[in-house]
């Protein structure tokens, strides 16, 4: 998600509040310590204050911003939805081959605020993430996933499993966060639709 924020602005604001944060403490100590502690040791003292502020962020990186999702919904439509969790999956396989044939499966998608992947578990097959892309829709501003994948067929007897790739783009529901839908290609010459359903914890 990090992916969708002005990556210079954010750094830039987290450089200010941490020189903020270390003058400030600087300038403390000096006014109500300075005899006794000195001016370099309150620098040192000031300036290490940064191993606290990487807790803050690891924090907030990993598991802080879905609090602030829970608590206010609207991030979902403002940034981008939380759709960490456990699916239900349809897979509509399209073309010759397919014929309109459904599979269902189950999708995991693990997301916090710097990555996002999702791992399938299908009759035969498993598939996991190569890379991610979210992004909002230019012209309705709707978020969208820009997915990319690995195929792993399960062995047979007699036979060895195959891989491929494939990619798809997949829509969300910036609101309710209950269904997402979306088209797939595949590297095996196939296509079809995809069609999630919220069965998160």
């Known amino acids: ?5 002005p990556i210079r602005l954010v750094i830039c604001w987290i450089a200010v509040i941490y020189a903020s944060l270390a003058l400030l403490l600087f300038a403390a100590l000096i006014t109500f310590g300075g005899k006794e502690m000195g001016l370099w040791p309150a620098a040192t003292f000031a300036f290490g204050g940064s191993s606290f502020l990487q807790l803050v962020l690891l924090f907030w990186f990993s598991v802080g ?22 699916w239900d999956m349809e897979i509509a396989l399209g ?5 309109g044939r459904k599979i269902e499966a189950k999708a995991m998608i693990k997301q916090d605020f710097l990555k996002l992947s999702m791992t399938v578990i299908a009759p035969g097959s498993r598939s996991v993430t ?7 829709d230019p012209e309705s501003g709707l978020p969208q996933l820009h997915y990319i994948f ?21 829509d969300l529901d910036p609101t309710l966060q209950a269904e997402i ?5 595949t590297s095996a010459e196939t296509s079809g639709t995809y069609r999630l359903f919220n069965r998160r914890d």
Do not use: C
């Open 130 to 136: 190569l890379s991610t892309v979210p992004k909002k």
């Open 95 to 99: 073309g010759a081959n397919g014929q």
């Open 181 to 185: 839908t979306g088209i797939y290609w």
């Open 65 to 86: 911003w879905r609090w602030f999702w829970r608590r206010i919904p609207n991030f979902n439509e403002w940034l981008y939805p939380d759709i960490h969790g456990q």
């Open 150 to 170: 690995l195929v792993t067929t399960n062995p047979e007897a007699g036979t060895a499993s195959k891989s491929y790739r494939g990619a798809a783009i997949l």
């Open 1 to 5: 998600m990090i992916g969708l924020l």
